[in-house]
């Protein structure tokens, strides 16, 4: 009787986190997008959540220049705010600001090199290691039970290979947003990909109406295909991005797959109107705040 393929767990996740935030100047000049609010948590805080609840333990993020403000969130609670918090008697709050800096083994690094998504990943491939590891980004998520990250995992776990985020994904402008796979189906929400085309453009040029958003299980051999890629990219020819590696492990026998996420909402807060959105949706649902937000929003 066969057994399942065995494979090394996944412990490490490299998060994406250098973007400008362009679309919410002025207020990302001095703060970055990833410490926006999501009422009482930033929304990197929430991926970083998602990654633990998953059993990450040591998050490597890369960041830019001005993005300090992530690592203070996650380092230890300032000698004046736990001493405001004892006074004031607000013990769950101490604890809970506390809780933030023992979530997992926090590295930073600054990104260097050509703008696109496979930088992030080679800057970080000292820390990777020959490891399988999670690569996400820090504005945008899925928010299901299980997580997404588990279902993934447990998808590698049972197929081996790497794996990830599907989303449908069916409005004109999706297609100008997100890649789009295909593939053949191995069992119910998850396909052997064949195919992924980024930023198709249009329904018509789209393989699929399932969209890759960001959040992927990766084999650490995506590094060595990255590199490559790195060493004949021309800056002319467009952003430096792990879509082209993804399809050249493809073609040399390397299995991706696709996991439609089940049980789940994506939110992309990386643009006003779709922050927005997340921000109600999460008011809305929120014990304290969501019946009394409701009753507001009748009177608008």
């Known amino acids: 009787m066969s057994s399942a393929p065995q494979h090394k767990k996944v412990t490490k996740a490299v998060i994406a986190a250098a973007g400008f935030g362009t679309r919410f100047l002025p207020q990302t000049k001095a703060m970055p997008k990833e410490m926006l609010p999501l009422i009482d948590k930033p929304i990197i805080q929430h991926i970083v959540e998602e990654l633990v609840e998953a059993g990450i333990t040591d998050i490597v993020v890369v960041t830019g220049y001005h993005k300090r403000t992530i690592e203070d969130h996650f380092d230890r609670t300032s000698a004046e705010l736990r001493e405001n918090l004892e006074h004031a008697g607000k013990t769950k709050l101490l604890e809970e600001t506390r809780k933030i800096s023992q979530l997992a083994n926090f590295a930073y690094i600054r990104q260097k090199g050509p703008y696109g998504t496979g930088t992030p990943i080679i800057n970080a491939a000292h820390l990777i290691g020959d490891e399988p590891f999670i690569y996400t980004f820090a504005d945008d998520f899925v928010d ?116 439609e996420i089940q049980d789940g909402t994506y939110y992309d807060t990386g643009n006003p109107l779709e922050y927005l959105k997340t921000v109600y949706n999460f008011a809305l649902r929120h014990p304290d705040l969501g019946p009394a937000l409701k009753e507001y929003l009748k009177t608008l």
């Open 144 to 259: 299901a039970s299980p997580t997404r990250f588990q279902q993934m995992i447990d998808a590698q776990a049972k197929y081996g290979g790497s794996v990830i985020t599907c989303v449908r994904r069916d409005s004109d402008a999706d297609y100008e947003r997100y890649g789009y796979v295909d593939g053949k189906e191995v069992e119910p929400g998850l396909i052997d990909m064949t195919t992924i085309i980024e930023k198709p453009g249009s329904r018509e040029k789209a393989p699929s109406d399932l969209a890759s958003v960001s959040g992927y299980v990766f084999e650490p051999i995506i590094l060595d295909y990255l590199q490559r890629h790195l060493e004949t990219y021309d800056p002319t020819e467009g952003e430096f991005m792990i879509q082209n590696a993804m399809q050249s492990m493809i073609q040399d026998g390397h299995h991706i797959y696709g996991c």
